[in-house]
C-alpha cells in the first residue's frame, strides 16, 4: 500500500530524509505534518471523539476539556523499561539502565518495522522553550497516536514555528514513537545521547509518549547541558514580588510527593499582604549562565502535566483553575453529569461514577475511583499567576536554589548552605522517606539527588561534578537552600503547615538572597533566627518552631552514615569534593 503525505511544510533535507526513513520502516497508510493551528487541534480533536479515544466532558462546566482512559496496563513511567543507550555503559552510570546503542537500535527497529500499516504517522515540530529563545531546543516526533499530538500540543510550542526556528540546521532532537498494540512486553523508552535520539515504543502514557518532556527535557537535556556547559533540571521556577514590586526569581528541586507544583502557584497568606507568586514553571528548568555572570533560568515547556488526585482548592487553587477549561484529563472518573472527580478533589464522591477503567463505581466502593496516577494536561495561559516573563527569550536571573525532600525528623525548616559546593553536597544527598504503601517499610530514606535520579542522561557522578563545574563559571551565583516542610511532632503529626505558609520561609530565602538580613551559623549550615521567621497567625509555638529548627547532632551522624550507600554506589565517579565535605560537616558537627 503506498503511502500518501500532505504537503511538507519545510525544505529542510536532512529532516525530510530523517521523516522519509521513518515512513519507511513503519508503512503508515498517511503521513501528516502538523502545523501547530487551532484548526487542526480542532479537527484531531474531533478525530480522537469520533474513535473513542477521548470523551467530551461538560461544555458549560468544563468547556473545551476532555477524558482520556489509556489501558489499564499503561498507567505511569516504566522507569525499568527506560535506558540510557551510550556508548559505553559506564557514561550511563550504576543508577541508570543500560542498552548498547547498536543492539537497542536493532531490538527497537524490528519492533518499528511495519507497525504503522493501516495508520497516519503524525510529525510533530515542536520547541522546548520560547520560539527564538537561544535558549530553546528544536523537536520533531513522529507518532502513530492523535492522543500524543493533541498533548504535545499543550505541553510544548509546537507547529510551523518550531520548522521556522529549524531553518535548514540538522540540530534537532530525533523522537519517534509508536504504541504498538500497548503489549508491555514490547515496551521500552530508548535515548541515544550521542545521536540526539529518543525511540519509544509500547506505551502510550504521557512519561513515556510525550517525548518533549522528561525525555529531551532532562534525559537528553542533561547531557547536552553537560557537554555545551549549562543545567538541565528537574526544578520549577518561580517569582517573588514584594510590595515595592520587585520580584525576584528562586528553581527549587523536591521529588514527588513534596508539593512541588503547589510551592510553584502558591498562593501566599493573608498577613503577607502585598507579595505575589508568578509562575514560570512547574516542573523543569533550562538553566545557563549570562553574560552578566548571573544564572538566567527558561522553562522548557507550555503547559502543565499534573497529578491529579490531591489537588484542591487548598492545596492548589490556581492549579485547579488552570485546569477549568481546554484540558485533557486522563484516567480521573467521571461524574453522571459529565464532570471530573479524583480522590483529594473538593467535591465529596457522588453516590455514582464511572471510574478511571470506565466501570461502574458506587460510593463506598474500596476501589479508587480515579487512578492514583491520573493526570491533566493544561496549558500555561490557563494559570492565573503565569508569570509575565514565562515567554522571556533570555529566561529570568535565578537569585535562589532549594532542595526539598519529604523527613519526618532530622532535617530542619530550611537551611542555608555555606557556599555552592555546600549546597550541590545538600541536593546530592535529598531524599524522601518511604511509606508503608510505597515499601511495605516507613521510614526509609529513599535517596533523589536534585530530585533528578530517574531523570539524569549520564552518570550521576559526572552530574554532581558538572555542578561543581558550574559553581566555579558563574560569578554570581544563587544561594542555595535545603527545606523540609514534613517534620513531625512525637504523635506523628505535621509541625509545619505548609501550603501557602511556606511562604513564610520563601521570604526569609529571598531575603537571605539578597542580602537583607542575617542568620544564625550550625555547624551544619545557617538557618534563621526564631524571630525571622513571621508566625503570627499561625497555631504555632515558638517552641515549636525550635523543634522546626533543631539540629540533633547525634541524628545528624545517623544521617552521615546513612549517606553511605549513595557514596558507595557512585564511588567511581562521585567527586572527592563532595566526599571530603561530608567528613567536614561530620567533625564540625562532633567538635
Known sequence: MSTTTNTSPTRNAQLLAWVAEAAARTRPERVEWCDGSDAERERLTQLAVEKGILLPLNAEKRPGCYLHRSDPGDVARVEHLTFICSRRQEDAGPTNNWLEPEAAYTKLGALFEGCMQGRTMYVIPYVMGPVGSPMSKVGIEITDSVYVVLNMGIMTRMGNSALEMLGDSNDFNRG???????????????????????????????????????????????????????????????????????????????????????????????????????????????????????????????????????????????????????????????????????????????EHMIDWRGRDWQRGSSEKAAHPNSRFTAPMANNPVLSPEANRPEGVPISAIIFGGRRSTTVPLVLQSFDWPHGVYLGATMGSETTAAATGQVGLVRR??????????????????????????????????????????????????????????????????????????TPLGHVPDPEQIDIKGLDLTPVQLAALMAIDATAWQAEFDLQQELFDTLVRTMPPELVALRESLRARLAG
Open 176 to 350: 519517534l514513537h509508536s504504541t504498538l498494540d500497548l503489549d508491555p512486553g514490547k515496551r521500552f523508552i530508548c535515548h541515544f545521547p550521542q545521536d540526539n535520539t529518543i525511540w519509544s515504543t509500547g506505551s502510550g502514557y504521557g512519561g513515556n509518549v510525550l517525548l518533549g518532556k522528561k525525555c529531551l527535557a532532562l534525559r537528553i537535556g542533561s547531557s547536552l547541558g553537560r557537554k555545551e556547559g549549562w543545567l538541565a533540571e528537574h526544578m520549577l521556577i518561580l517569582g517573588v514580588e514584594n510590595p515595592a514590586g520587585e520580584t525576584t526569581y528562586v528553581a527549587a528541586a523536591f521529588p514527588s510527593a513534596c508539593g512541588k507544583t503547589n510551592f510553584a502557584m502558591m498562593i501566599p497568606p493573608e498577613s503577607f499582604q502585598g507579595w505575589k507568586i508568578w509562575t514560570v514553571g512547574d516542573d523543569i528548568a533550562w538553566m545557563r549562565i549570562g553574560d552578566d555572570g548571573r544564572l538566567w533560568a527558561i522553562n522548557p515547556e507550555a503547559g502543565y502535566f499534573g497529578v491529579a488526585p490531591g489537588t484542591n482548592t487548598k492545596s492548589n487553587r490556581n492549579a485547579m483553575a488552570s485546569v477549568e477549561r481546554n484540558t485533557l484529563f486522563t484516567n480521573v472518573a467521571l461524574t453522571d453529569d459529565g464532570d471530573v472527580w479524583w480522590e483529594g478533589i473538593d467535591a465529596p464522591a457522588p
Open 448 to 521: 533523589d539527588p536534585m530530585a533528578m535520579l530517574p531523570f539524569c542522561g549520564y552518570d550521576m557522578g559526572d552530574y554532581f561534578a558538572h555542578w561543581l563545574a558550574m559553581g566555579k563559571r558563574i560569578s554570581q551565583a544563587p544561594k542555595i537552600f535545603q527545606v523540609n516542610w514534613f517534620r513531625q511532632d512525637e504523635n506523628g503529626r505535621f509541625i509545619w503547615p505548609g501550603f501557602g505558609e511556606n511562604m513564610r520561609v520563601l521570604k526569609w530565602i529571598i531575603d537571605r538572597a539578597e542580602g537583607r538580613v542575617g542568620a544564625r551559623e
